[in-house]
């Protein structure tokens, strides 16, 4: 069974600072994707990025992206010039073969002023 | 990206009543799904919403507590039946549009359930 682990239940950091987000998972299969996605306390999730496995290139969107390392199954997400708005839960996703998608359990990152 | 509603945004209901939560989507989507999360936690799966068929429901969730329905492709519903306060929680549909993007599921802004 597919798995997604966050070992990191809560991270802080100063405004314009980088954030790293790490995140591993488990599984057998060679194609499949991942993403990140954000929920401030609105409660709305929204998607961050996605990464296709096929793919070597990390995906880029703005101040987001990651650092996918398929041979290691590891999948982080960076924040640059991090903003106050960037405060939320963040959740790593695995999609498997049914279309679903495996949750981690989320890291929530505070962004001080 | 595909944008999703939810009625209500929240309610406080009574113990041993019923409550449907309704799903709208923007346009047509291949695939729509209902979470439940438990505050501060991750999402858990309750069902994929089938179009004109009975839901695909995950193991720990059943059609008499959970029925959901998806009389076409832009709209579902999901009735907790029987509530109990162990059912307070946020709820969440999402749908999957394989036009924008392969496998990227947009979530509505989610429906925030207390029983008392």
């Known amino acids: 069974a597919q798995t997604v682990t966050q070992s990191q239940p809560e991270m802080s950091v100063q405004e314009a600072e980088t954030v790293t987000l790490s995140c591993t998972y488990d599984?057998?299969?060679?194609?499949?994707?991942l993403f990140w996605y954000k929920q401030p306390p609105s409660r709305q999730m929204i998607l961050v990025i996605r990464?296709?496995?096929?793919k070597q290139q990390n995906a880029t969107e703005n101040r987001f992206s990651v650092n996918f390392q398929k041979a290691a199954k590891s999948f982080s997400l960076k924040i640059s010039d991090s903003q106050l708005g960037d405060t939320a839960m963040y959740f790593c996703?695995?999609?498997?073969?049914?279309?679903?998608?495996?949750w981690g359990a989320g890291t929530k990152l505070i962004i001080k002023p | 990206s595909a944008v999703i509603s939810q009625k209500p945004s929240r309610d406080i209901c009574q113990r041993g009543t019923s409550l449907t939560i309704q799903c709208q989507v923007d346009?047509?989507?291949?695939?729509m799904f209902w979470y439940r999360q438990q505050p501060g936690q991750s999402l858990t799966l309750i069902a994929t919403?089938?179009?004109?068929?009975?839901?695909?429901?995950e193991s720990g969730f059943v059609i008499d507590k959970f029925p959901i329905s998806r009389p076409n492709l832009t709209f579902s519903t999901l009735t907790v039946s029987n509530m109990s306060p162990e059912d307070s929680s946020i709820y969440l549909c999402?749908?999957?549009?394989?036009?924008?993007?392969?496998?990227?599921?947009?979530f509505g802004p989610g429906t925030r359930l207390t029983v008392l």
């Open positions: 599984t057998s299969e060679n194609n499949y994707y």
């Open positions: 999402s749908g999957q549009r394989a036009s924008a993007g392969p496998d990227t599921q947009y």
């Open positions: 996703a695995f999609r498997d073969s049914n279309y679903q998608l495996i």
């Open positions: 990464q296709e496995a096929y």
């Open positions: 919403a089938n179009q004109g068929s009975e839901a695909t429901y």
């Open positions: 346009s047509q989507v291949t695939m």
